[in-house]
């Protein structure tokens, strides 16, 4: 299966969720269907890094892009607080483009690492500041995330970019690939289709500086809102579905196919 082929079904399966979003009345099983997609574009993007011929082509048109989509919803009035798969995708580009200069043994893999981790922590700062402090609105929030590229309130959280990462990582050794998989999709249980997050928050509320240290890290960057947690893995957060995507990904052929890389932009 080459990897047009791959971004083909990974594109049918996301039209399948939206479908489900913003259609009511659709199918419930559309939402299962999409739940496939999100992997299989993340190793599109590792693919796509990997054979680009100009990385920094590369990084500008996918930065580019998360800035045009996040305008869309914007005008369009999406309140979904990550309708923005495309910022979580340059997120880990940049992230596999550092361990890939550590790999290299690049004399400015150090200086990268530090701008990176930097970058975050002042943009972080200044983001949470203008949300609890500044009285921003949340749509000039999730603009201002996306234009300084910070970790924050990202669509899918940050599993997803550690998820991308370590495809890159271990993209040439399935068995590694495949376990990692399965351990994400299991801390995705747990997280999401489990009381723990309730039971923190339960905890933690009457801890104001612990609180607000929850909240930064779970709905923030992790992406949980204690409104979203259910037990129900079925029809309540069946992200854990994202497992199907596996077999997709191993029948890659190693072959790009035709490409069609307008129709996916």
Known sequence: MSNTMLKIIAMVAMIFDHLWRFFPNSPYFFHWIGRISAPIFLFCCVLGYVHTSNKKRFFIRIYSLSIIVEFMNLILKIDDLRMN?????????????????????????????????GWQIITTVGIYYLLYMGGVTDEAIFLITSLTANIMFLDGGILFVLMGVLMFIFKDNKLKFSIYFIILTGIYVILFNSPLILKLESVLVNYSLFYLLFNLISYMILGIHPMAVTVDILFGNPQWMMIFSLPFIFMYNGKKGRGLKYLFY
């Open 85 to 117: 798969f495309i910022r979580t995708i340059f997120l880990v580009t940049v992230i596999i483009f550092i361990i890939d200069k550590f790999r290299e043994k690049n004399k400015n893999a150090k200086l990268y690492l530090y701008v990176f981790i």
